[in-house]
């Protein structure tokens, strides 16, 4: 990539000229601004320490350490929750979350702070976060699993409005195969931001 996009550039330039390779370095470096003694990674290869096992091994498009691969951190994640900046910015992916989950309907419940934070203790790093932008609804639904499988926190950002209504119909989905007693897969951590919603969650906490 030829430059980075910093914040002045996101804030004056239309999300629709913004490319998604630059706003992937964007996310990254104010994360590193929110995160200075965490390690930020772009296309984390979560599972390379696990080749011996030969199993899938995904890429997280964007993941904030600690990253768990030789041990457990849950009490470090705990302590990161105790930093107000951290506290502030994920109440307002909860809050987006919310809002996006009510857009099309009230069938969803979305989880309290409390349980949001503490779903996944044995997590393999702080967050993990998929852009998703020209992919299947297939793959749409294993980026959704990577990254709350993954992170402490998962958060998918949808490129699109129709990549926004995708996510919210799977976790609908997800939520209905629960309230029938049918197996499912549990997205307590897992947030549905926009980009331009996480990009105002960004800014309003670190202020760069």
């Not at 706003?23 to 296309?43: A, C, H, R, T, W």
């Not at 499912?184 to 926009?194: A, G, H």
Request: proline residues 2%; glycine residues 6%; contains cysteine.
């Amino acid at each position: 990539m030829s430059g980075t996009l910093k914040n002045d550039d996101i804030n004056f330039k239309k999300f629709g000229e913004v490319k998604l390779e630059e706003y992937q370095e964007y996310i990254k470096g104010q994360l590193e601004v929110l995160f200075p003694n965490s390690d930020v990674k772009k296309e984390w290869n979560a599972m390379r320490e696990e080749r011996a096992l030969n199993i899938y091994s995904p890429r997280v498009d964007v993941a904030v350490g600690p990253f768990a691969t030789h041990g457990r951190y849950g009490m470090d994640y705990d302590e990161m929750f105790n930093v107000d900046s951290t506290c502030e910015f994920v109440q307002h992916l909860i809050t987006y979350n919310r809002d996006n989950l009510n857009r099309y309907g009230d069938f969803v419940e979305a989880d309290t702070y409390e349980s949001v934070i503490y779903q996944n203790s044995n997590a393999r790093c702080f967050m993990a976060i998929e852009i998703e932008n020209k992919v299947s609804r297939k793959h749409l639904m294993g980026g959704a699993i990577n990254a709350s499988a993954l992170g402490r926190l998962g958060v998918v950002i949808p490129w699109t409005d129709d990549k926004l209504k995708a996510f919210v119909r799977l976790v609908r989905y997800l939520h209905f195969l629960k309230k029938v007693d049918k197996n499912t897969f549990n997205t307590t951590n897992l947030l549905i931001v926009t980009k331009e919603q996480f990009h105002t969650a960004l800014s309003d906490v670190t202020n760069v």
